[in-house]
């Protein structure tokens, strides 16, 4: 995946590590396992949009060239999953300790700015083939996909926007 919604798994994935968690972006449990400490995995699992392409305009923007460009975007849904993973002598304990820590971060300061609707936990299960504990927890947040039009008239730089300030 590239672009925006890239760029946000990023972002929430440097704002965990800026927290003390090990964050990276989305994994299978097969990476985790090379871990010595608990590590959240950072993926997008849902997206929920009206229907319609980006129909709403939002106005203009004036680029750094000093052309101004209209924008539009669409108001969205978006639920990142983040799989706390921790190995086998970490223990429970350290799974729900990073849970925890990124559970009051993502509720604090929204993920990667964006205001935190819903924050869900799972039950913390071990993991016998691989070895590890895991525990599911998802962010639901809202935001809206903003895009620019180029002078030909196609979408270009989307953005997710919606950020706290």
Partial sequence: MRGALNALR?????????????????????????????????????????????????GVRRDADGIERELYGREVELTLALDIFAPRDGGERACKEAAEITAENLMCYGAAGLNALEIQAGQVEF?????????????????????????????VDFEVKGRLK
């Fill in 10 to 58: 990023e972002d929430v994935a440097e704002q965990l590590r800026q927290a003390g968690v090990n964050a990276v972006t989305g994994m299978e449990s097969a990476q985790a396992a090379r871990w010595r400490a608990a590590v959240a995995a950072v993926s997008l699992s849902k997206m929920v949009c009206a229907s319609g392409g980006f129909q709403d305009y939002l």
């Fill in 127 to 155: 993991l016998e083939k691989d070895g590890l504990y895991r525990q599911k927890t998802s962010c639901r947040c809202r935001a809206w996909l903003v895009a620019r039009m180029d002078g030909g008239g196609a979408f």
